[in-house]
């Protein structure tokens, strides 16, 4: 692969992972919506969550579609060098750690806000329950959080040896 393909197959995978993102955020929106105008019948609402939809659908095939065509730039190009493989392990490595930096705060904060609730002095079943599932969910997170750490520390450890470093 010379250096202009491999600088526009970095641009497009870089283009991919803010598509990914922003996937996310559409998704959380149209999740929102959904929640919200449940039972809803006005047009705006309804035509609101089509397109919100549609909109996944679409970024989800152009998602695959940038994906698809840097790896077949990466298929006619050979196998990447160990330099290059580090590199991009090494990538997802950090990915993999800032989200684990970023999920674990999230469980204090869900703490925090059952404190709030119990505080609020309004005792009844829809808190009591709402509470525990906010439990739950901090669970969940918190073993996102290790399961995110195992895979920084599985790359790290892998990547060390690819790249002849010492443990």
Known sequence: MTVTEASAAWEVEQV???????YLA????????????????HPATRHARRRGDDALDLAADAERQLSDGASRLRTAAGQPSIGDLVEVLDTARDQFGAAAARVGQLPA???TARQQLAEAGQPDLAAEAASGQW??????????AESLTAAVEALTSYTEGLSGATT
């Open 16 to 22: 991919a992972g803010e598509l990914r993102e922003t």
């Open 26 to 41: 559409v998704a959380a929106a149209t999740v929102l919506l959904e929640r919200t105008s449940a039972g809803c019948a």
């Open 109 to 111: 904060r869900i703490t």
């Open 135 to 144: 439990s739950r969910a901090a669970e969940q997170l918190d073993l996102m």
